[in-house]
């Protein structure tokens, strides 16, 4: 068991702990993504407005443009070792970068509760014990599986790229038999607005995954190429997501009574009653548990990350690591209970709302890492309050506000819409301003602060399995 428990955390994997290849990044992410919130997300498109021949193209488009940017930060994970928000120190300082790691926990959070939403109806129906045992009993599973760590999370992806890739093929040939696709499609009446709806909508599925991406790329080897990493990562994400997503806008346009807000029963329905609806059921389980499990990880070393980088150097115990991914899942769990009977139009705010915060982070994160720092970081000086990088960085924190701020005039949700969304028809571009103005902003303000860049010399020291934060470099760990 030791062998398979993973033991690093947000410490530098050591290059002689490295190991699988870039093929790994696809069957992770088709697997995360062929699962019932993703069919929920491409579903809303058409529930809100959008014909569903526009829904697909705009889901296509925008998990392209949300998935590139996504595919990005995974090409970090290798070139450093290190899971993907600790690298916010460069951009933020050590201790600053508590502030958009808040931010992505909730995020975490927000994510399990949907999931484990969907994933309770499935473990409920599947036990007939109800959706609220369902959501215990599903929430549980998730945190032992996130505690075992890396390789457990890997093999998830790898079973479920299989067994849900087959039951899609299968559900989408059973819709095709109920459902007409050339008449599915054949309104073509376009609605800019609900255009560009769909292409938030995805997006934003895609911009959300940015800032753990890159946890499940760390282990690969230093040399892996960054384009194989890139590609790989892009395509099974878009694949999967767009195979979900075009599942869900479909059903939706062929049965909209009966598939909203009934979600997993009515893809449940398609395969019949007995053994195949059984089956279904631990298929939609399967698909939630892979995705939620991420989430739950994330949220555990997004949480090492804040604290250590006020605590200093301290060593994270077993217990210490179940006690943080224990906490995930009661939070998680506490915010599912609550929310789940009123879902779809939360999950729908809540998606489009993670774009005001999210955006601006990737934009900092990638401007820094590819055009100023050039992949080149000062691994040591990412645990070092006054090291290189600073406890905190005023101008990148300014200009994360500014990016956050900038957005609000084009943001349309429930709770809040912006004063230039009507005159845009009510589409929602918050997204895209959130991606330009903090990408300008901080290239003006980063490009200057030569002193944060480190000399190609000081990016050797990434070999080295450095501390930063929460694990002792006396003695190389385990391999995970």
Same mark, same amino acid.
């Given at each position: 068991?030791?062998?398979?428990?993973?033991?690093?955390?947000?410490?530098?994997?050591?290059?002689?702990?490295?190991?699988?290849?870039?093929?790994?990044?696809?069957?992770?992410?088709?697997?995360?993504?062929?699962?019932?919130?993703?069919?929920?997300?491409?579903?809303?498109?058409?529930?809100?407005?959008?014909?569903?021949?526009?829904?697909?193209?705009?889901?296509?488009?925008?998990?392209?443009?949300?998935?590139?940017?996504?595919?990005?930060?995974?090409?970090?994970?290798?070139?450093?070792?290190?899971?993907?928000?600790?690298?916010?120190?460069?951009?933020?300082?050590?201790?600053?970068?508590?502030?958009?790691? /808040?931010?992505?926990?909730?995020?975490?959070?927000?994510?399990?509760?949907?999931?484990?939403?969907?994933?309770?109806?499935?473990?409920?129906?599947?036990?007939?014990?109800?959706?609220?045992?369902?959501?215990?009993?599903?929430?549980?599973?998730?945190?032992?599986?996130?505690?075992?760590?890396?390789?457990?999370?890997?093999?998830?992806?790898?079973?479920?790229?299989?067994?849900?890739?087959?039951?899609?093929?299968?559900?989408?040939?059973?819709?095709?038999?109920?459902?007409?696709?050339?008449?599915?499609?054949?309104?073509?009446?376009?609605?800019?607005?609900?255009?560009?709806?769909?292409?938030?909508? !995805?997006?934003?599925?895609?911009? =959300?995954?940015?800032?753990?991406? /890159?946890?499940?790329?760390? +282990?690969?080897?230093?040399?892996?190429?960054?384009?194989?990493?890139?590609?790989?990562?892009? !395509?099974?994400?878009?694949?999967?997501?767009?195979?979900?997503?075009?599942?869900?806008?479909?059903? =939706?346009?062929?049965?909209?009574?009966?598939?909203?807000?009934?979600?997993?029963?009515?893809?449940?329905?398609?395969?019949?009653?007995?053994?195949?609806?059984?089956?279904? +059921?631990?298929?939609? /389980?399967?698909?939630?548990?892979?995705?939620?499990?991420?989430?739950? +990880?994330?949220?555990?070393?997004?949480?090492?990350?804040?604290?250590?980088?006020?605590?200093?150097?301290?060593?994270?115990?077993?217990?210490?690591?179940?006690?943080?991914?224990?906490?995930?899942?009661?939070?998680?769990?506490?915010?599912?209970?609550?929310?789940?009977?009123?879902?779809?139009? !939360?999950?729908?705010?809540?998606?489009?709302?993670?774009?005001?915060?999210?955006?601006?982070?990737?934009?900092?994160?990638?401007?820094?890492?590819?055009?100023?720092?050039?992949?080149? +970081?000062?691994?040591?000086?990412?645990?070092?309050?006054?090291?290189?990088?600073?406890?905190?960085?005023?101008?990148a924190l300014a200009v994360y506000?500014?990016?956050?701020?900038?957005?609000?005039?084009?943001?349309?949700?429930?709770?809040?819409?912006?004063?230039?969304?009507?005159?845009?028809?009510?589409a929602d571009v918050s997204w895209?301003?959130?991606? =330009?103005?903090?990408?300008?902003?901080?290239?003006?303000?980063?490009?200057?602060?030569?002193?944060?860049?480190?000399?190609? /010399?000081?990016?050797? =020291?990434?070999?080295?399995?450095?501390?930063?934060?929460?694990?002792?470099?006396?003695?190389?760990?385990?391999?995970?």
């Amino acid at each position: 068991m030791a062998a398979v428990v993973e033991r690093h955390s947000i410490d530098v994997v050591p290059d002689a702990e490295r190991h699988g290849t870039p093929v790994s990044q696809f069957t992770l992410w088709l697997g995360a993504n062929l699962q019932i919130t993703a069919v929920v997300t491409g579903a809303l498109a058409v529930v809100l407005g959008a014909r569903a021949f526009w829904a697909v193209l705009g889901l296509l488009l925008g998990n392209l443009l949300g998935g590139a940017v996504m595919a990005l930060h995974s090409a970090q994970g290798p070139r450093l070792g290190l899971p993907q928000m600790i690298s916010s120190r460069a951009q933020f300082g050590v201790r600053g970068a508590v502030v958009p790691l /808040a931010l992505v926990i909730v995020m975490y959070i927000g994510f399990f509760a949907s999931g484990t939403v969907l994933a309770g109806q499935a473990v409920g129906e599947l036990t007939h014990l109800g959706g609220t045992f369902g959501i215990l009993v599903f929430a549980a599973v998730t945190a032992v599986a996130a505690a075992v760590g890396y390789r457990l999370i890997h093999v998830l992806g790898r079973v479920a790229s299989i067994v849900c890739a087959l039951a899609f093929l299968y559900l989408g040939a059973r819709l095709l038999e109920r459902a007409d696709l050339a008449a599915l499609l054949h309104d073509r009446s376009f609605s800019f607005p609900m255009f560009l709806l769909a292409v938030s909508l !995805s997006a934003s599925w895609q911009l =959300a995954i940015g800032p753990y991406v /890159a946890d499940y790329s760390r +282990y690969l080897p230093r040399d892996t190429s960054t384009r194989a990493t890139f590609w790989w990562t892009l !395509s099974g994400s878009v694949l999967g997501s767009q195979w979900s997503m075009t599942f869900g806008a479909l059903a =939706a346009a062929a049965a909209p009574t009966a598939f909203t807000g009934h979600e997993v029963s009515y893809v449940v329905s398609l395969g019949g009653a007995g053994l195949t609806a059984s089956a279904l +059921y631990f298929v939609i /389980a399967l698909g939630k548990l892979t995705i939620n499990v991420l989430n739950t +990880y994330g949220g555990f070393m997004s949480l090492v990350t804040g604290v250590s980088g006020f605590r200093g150097r301290a060593t994270l115990s077993p217990r210490g690591r179940t006690a943080y991914v224990t906490g995930i899942m009661l939070a998680g769990t506490a915010v599912a209970l609550l929310g789940k009977d009123s879902f779809l139009t !939360s999950f729908k705010d809540f998606l489009l709302f993670l774009l005001t915060f999210f955006t601006p982070w990737s934009a900092i994160n990638l401007v820094d890492y590819y055009l100023i720092s050039k992949e080149r +970081y000062d691994i040591p000086a990412l645990s070092d309050p006054s090291g290189r990088y600073g406890a905190w960085n005023g101008g990148a924190l300014a200009v994360y506000g500014a990016g956050v701020l900038a957005q609000l005039p084009f943001l349309a949700t429930h709770f809040y819409t912006g004063p230039l969304v009507d005159p845009l028809g009510g589409a929602d571009v918050s997204w895209l301003v959130g991606l =330009a103005v903090p990408a300008v902003l901080y290239w003006a303000v980063a490009r200057r602060d030569t002193g944060r860049v480190p000399p190609a /010399a000081v990016a050797g =020291a990434e070999s080295t399995p450095a501390n930063t934060g929460d694990s002792p470099t006396a003695r190389p760990a385990p391999r995970p």
